[in-house]
């Protein structure tokens, strides 16, 4: 127990900061990790455990707010550990592994198992990444509920969020017929003024088979509904919770050129990537293209318009640029890609 306690951090004192354990067999890492999380005021290190013996023993006695685990352990791994923990002591776990970006399996299984997110570890240090894993870690200590035994039906388990800017009324009507009733819920951000957002989505109402609305606070999305960001210098973004995936207004940022941002919305929903879709359309500028770099990197699938189908390829180019575009397709086979791509994910 001497060793264990060891790898106890100094307790913290500050009122509401997450308390973060990190499992991980490799004492670099851990050291690494523990580093940049405690750089975030709002977290702080308490623990940390090289294998899954440790890090239930060390549960106990530091009783920490949320968990990043690897899954490449010694004696148990971490697939078994989390397991074991959801259904002893459910807690907020974030998968941090090397696995992530190869095994679409595991990564399947962990989110069943009740994972909130799982994260692609990089061969070195990236700023994008670890930021995006702080950001995570505090979205996952808000979720109160996160076992196996998810009662949200499996349609909308998943999300697709859409920007557009220059060409994106066009697009997105012949995007949106490429769904039906039973599509996972979409949320788009298009650059356009409020004045004409309603009419905007008075017209998709009328040539589209699905339920399409502006955006409200606090609203629970179902399958087959469409959310239009509105534009009235909050931002829309979207939160998953127990009763499912929700709308979030959050106030715009002094250094935002848009609202709707497309790159607000997508950002978001990083926390809980694997279930997310996303497609960047045509549009001037390069809104979107770093929010969809920190969901695929977090293991959203990414689908870009091709250039050709494009009234402007900077939003989509700017994307793939960045090297956020798993796949790049003609306008009318969008949809139906990126449906295909999530066809296997939780």
Same mark, same amino acid.
């Given at each position: 127990?001497?060793?264990?306690?060891?790898?106890?951090?100094?307790?913290?004192?500050?009122?509401?900061?997450?308390?973060? #354990?990190?499992?991980? !067999?490799?004492?670099?890492?851990?050291?690494?990790?523990?580093?940049?999380?405690?750089?975030?005021?709002?977290?702080?290190?308490?623990?940390?455990?090289?294998?899954?013996?440790?890090?239930?023993? =060390?549960? %106990?006695?530091?009783?920490?707010?949320?968990?990043?685990? !690897?899954?490449? #352990? +010694?004696? #148990? *791994?971490?697939?078994?550990? =989390?397991?074991?923990?959801? @259904?002893?002591?459910? $807690?907020?776990?974030?998968?941090?592994?090397?696995?992530?970006?190869?095994?679409?399996?595991?990564?399947?299984?962990?989110?069943?198992?009740?994972?909130?997110?799982?994260?692609? %570890?990089?061969?070195?240090?990236? +700023?994008?990444?670890?930021?995006?894993?702080?950001?995570?870690?505090?979205?996952?200590?808000?979720?109160?509920? *996160?076992? /196996?035994?998810?009662?949200? /039906?499996? =349609?909308?388990?998943?999300? $697709?969020?859409?920007?557009?800017?220059?060409?994106?009324?066009?697009?997105?009507?012949? =995007?949106?017929?490429?769904?039906?009733? !039973?599509? +996972?819920?979409?949320?788009?951000?298009?650059? $356009?003024?409020?004045?004409?957002?309603?009419?905007?989505?008075?017209?998709?109402?009328?040539?589209?088979?699905?339920?399409?609305?502006?955006?409200?606070?606090?609203?629970?999305?179902?399958? &087959?509904?469409?959310?239009?960001? +509105?534009?009235?210098?909050?931002?829309?973004?979207?939160?998953?919770?127990?009763?499912?995936?929700?709308?979030?207004?959050?106030?715009?940022?002094?250094?935002?050129?848009?609202?709707?941002?497309?790159? @607000?919305?997508?950002?978001?929903?990083?926390?809980?990537?694997?279930?997310? &879709?996303?497609?960047?359309?045509?549009?001037?500028? *390069?809104?979107?293209?770093?929010?969809?770099?920190?969901?695929?990197?977090?293991?959203?699938?990414?689908? &870009?318009?091709?250039?050709?189908?494009?009234?402007?390829?900077?939003?989509?180019?700017?994307?793939?640029?960045?090297?956020?575009?798993?796949?790049?397709?003609?306008?009318?086979?969008?949809?139906?890609?990126?449906?295909? #791509?999530?066809?296997?994910?939780?």
């Amino acid at each position: 127990m001497s060793d264990i306690r060891e790898r106890v951090g100094t307790p913290t004192t500050r009122s509401g900061v997450i308390r973060v #354990m990190v499992v991980d !067999d490799s004492p670099t890492m851990r050291g690494w990790l523990s580093v940049i999380i405690d750089r975030d005021p709002r977290l702080c290190v308490v623990a940390q455990a090289a294998t899954a013996h440790e890090a239930r023993d =060390l549960i %106990k006695i530091t009783e920490p707010d949320v968990l990043t685990l !690897d899954l490449e #352990m +010694p004696q #148990m *791994n971490g697939l078994d550990f =989390l397991t074991h923990l959801m @259904r002893l002591r459910p $807690m907020p776990v974030i998968v941090y592994s090397s696995l992530v970006a190869s095994e679409s399996r595991v990564v399947a299984a962990a989110m069943k198992q009740g994972a909130v997110a799982c994260i692609a %570890k990089p061969d070195r240090p990236d +700023p994008r990444v670890l930021k995006d894993l702080c950001k995570t870690l505090v979205a996952a200590a808000k979720v109160r509920k *996160n076992t /196996p035994a998810d009662t949200v /039906p499996l =349609l909308a388990r998943h999300i $697709m969020l859409a920007g557009a800017s220059t060409g994106g009324v066009a697009a997105i009507e012949t =995007l949106l017929a490429q769904f039906s009733s !039973d599509s +996972p819920p979409i949320v788009i951000a298009q650059h $356009m003024p409020q004045r004409f957002l309603k009419s905007f989505v008075d017209r998709l109402s009328r040539i589209v088979p699905l339920h399409v609305q502006l955006a409200q606070e606090g609203e629970v999305l179902r399958p &087959g509904s469409v959310h239009l960001a +509105p534009a009235l210098e909050r931002q829309t973004c979207v939160a998953w919770d127990e009763k499912g995936w929700r709308i979030e207004f959050q106030d715009r940022l002094p250094d935002e050129a848009f609202c709707p941002s497309v790159d @607000r919305l997508f950002t978001s929903a990083v926390p809980w990537a694997p279930r997310v &879709g996303a497609v960047l359309l045509t549009g001037l500028g *390069n809104d979107g293209a770093q929010g969809m770099l920190s969901l695929f990197h977090a293991g959203s699938r990414t689908v &870009g318009q091709s250039r050709d189908s494009c009234v402007v390829y900077g939003m989509p180019g700017a994307a793939r640029a960045l090297g956020a575009v798993e796949s790049e397709v003609d306008l009318r086979v969008a949809g139906t890609t990126l449906l295909r #791509m999530m066809e296997h994910t939780v």
